[in-house]
């Protein structure tokens, strides 16, 4: 109970569903409506509409805490009034159910959107599709079943590497804190029956995490299932730690690994419940191969050979004991519907923090190599804020990636709209706050990025 209180107040932040209102003064219209299936959806159009409608996608919004299923327009009040004070109508949807929500929110948005044209009576000259989180995901999948309807997208701290690699990566950290950190204890990391089972597996991670912290030897392996975890070497407040430090990485690495396990691992109840059994797997997975890839490679060998241990024997283990096989129905459902395909044929400007531990920026990396194999790379761009933390972007710098993907779909060209530099003055110029545009950070693999449809049964 104490894990559920705990994470309540940040999922609602998280996933856009904090009440968003606005002035009288600023408000024309404001309209809401329900569909057969049971999504709600709620709309607003400003005094002086400029002919664009934003359709917001919120984010992930677990069935465990026990929040109401409400509908959201926008990530939170302030960014509603920035942009509505810019003439964009709002409008989004609650989802038809909590949960992971692929198999219907794509459509669903689609779907209120359409019904608050018709409330509204004048369809717009416009509709830019925007998300946060899993809404971010959501807001892909958009793009693909709703050319013709939506003009351009802006993903936001998305899971866009999609929710196979997700699920993927997850269980390979786990399975790590589960035979390094707690080896006398067979806690159980998949196909879970309920959510006390997960709540169990939660606490016993927990505690094998805190446990390991008092030796050389264990905070040597909690660096190792954080590196599988793909978490950042940054906290909130602290100056990013330099590379040689590797006392403060470890610590760091421990505070955001404890930090993300309470929330992780019982939400894989709700993407079983989705696609009706366990949609991950480390079976046959080659650990010396995913630790290769991992941007902490070099920190994680560094403090085992400070610690006096052997990394080849501990990834040799990791890789012999892996024996999660999944359902595979479970995982092409999860294919299915939380995949990105890649395939664009509108412009889409995707925008995540550089230290994000909950969905790591190396998702951009992922659905960036889908666009390019797709060839339709001339239709996205990235960008990068350099802050700490899961969807903590400043009013100023969502309003001026919105003003940047709004002018690449009315020019029909980027034209360094989303450079850095660009992003920057363009949200300095807004006067709503701060802002920290920064170029692309080093490129790192998506490890644990099993998504390949030989890979899952095809």
């Known amino acids: 109970m104490r894990i559920r209180r705990a994470l309540m107040l940040v999922v609602v932040m998280v996933a856009g569903l904090v009440p968003a209102t606005a002035s009288a003064s600023t408000t024309a219209g404001s309209y809401e409506g329900s569909l057969p299936n049971g999504t709600t959806w709620i709309g607003e159009v400003p005094q002086e509409w400029n ?13 465990f805490i026990g929040v109401p299923n409400l509908p959201a327009h ?14 964009y109508a709002l409008v989004g949807s609650s989802y038809a159910a909590a949960g992971w929500a692929l198999e219907t929110a794509p459509q669903d948005q689609l779907d209120s959107l359409a019904a608050f044209v018709g409330e509204v009576g004048e369809a717009p000259d416009r509709v830019l599709a925007y998300g946060f989180s899993m809404g971010g995901l959501v807001t892909t999948k958009i793009v693909e079943i709703g050319q013709g309807v ?36 067979d806690i159980k990391l998949a196909d879970f029956a309920n959510f006390d089972e997960a709540f169990a597996s939660t ?5 094998a995490l805190g446990g390991a912290q008092v030796s050389p030897e264990g905070r040597a ?4 299932a954080a590196a599988l975890f793909q978490v950042s070497t940054r906290v909130e407040g602290e100056e990013p730690p330099q590379h040689n430090d590797l006392e403060t990485i470890q610590a760091n690495l421990y505070e955001n690994l404890s930090g993300i396990v309470p929330f992780v691992v019982p939400a894989r109840v709700d993407i079983e419940t989705a696609t009706g059994g366990n949609a991950s797997w480390n079976a046959g997975v080659d650990y010396r191969r995913l630790l ?13 050979r400070d610690a006096g241990l052997d990394l080849s024997a501990d990834l040799d283990l990791l890789t012999q004991t892996a024996d999660v096989s999944g359902d595979v129905d479970a995982i092409n459902a999860l ?5 990105p395909t890649g395939r664009l044929g509108i412009p889409v400007l995707s925008m995540h923090t550089v230290a994000d531990s909950l969905v790591p920026v190396q998702h951009e990396d992922g659905y960036e190599e889908l666009v390019l194999r797709a060839g339709h790379g001339r239709y996205l761009r990235q960008a990068f804020v350099d802050r700490v933390g899961h969807c903590t972007f400043t009013t100023a710098e969502i309003v001026a990636a919105v003003l940047a993907l709004d002018t690449r779909v009315d020019t029909g060209r980027w034209s360094g709209t989303t450079t850095p530099a660009a992003l920057q003055a363009a949200a300095e110029a807004t ?14 693999e998506l490890i644990g990025d099993r998504t390949s449809a030989v890979t899952v049964g095809r």
């Open 51 to 63: 002919g664009t409608v934003l359709l917001f996608s919120h984010g992930y919004l677990p069935t």
């Open 74 to 87: 926008s990530p939170g009040p302030e960014v509603a009034e920035a942009l509505l004070d810019r003439g």
């Open 150 to 185: 939506i003009d351009g997208a802006l993903p936001m701290c998305g899971i866009v590497g999609g929710g196979l690699a997700l699920n993927n990566y997850q269980l390979d950290g786990a399975h790590a804190i589960d035979v390094l950190l707690a080896p006398d204890t």
């Open 203 to 207: 606490g016993q991670l927990l505690e």
């Open 221 to 224: 392996r909690t660096a190792l």
């Open 292 to 304: 290769r890839q991992a941007s902490l490679h070099r920190e994680v060998a560094a403090l085992y």
């Open 335 to 339: 294919f299915d519907t939380s995949v």
């Open 431 to 444: 006067g709503l706050g701060p802002a920290a545009f920064v170029h692309e950070p080093a490129r790192n």
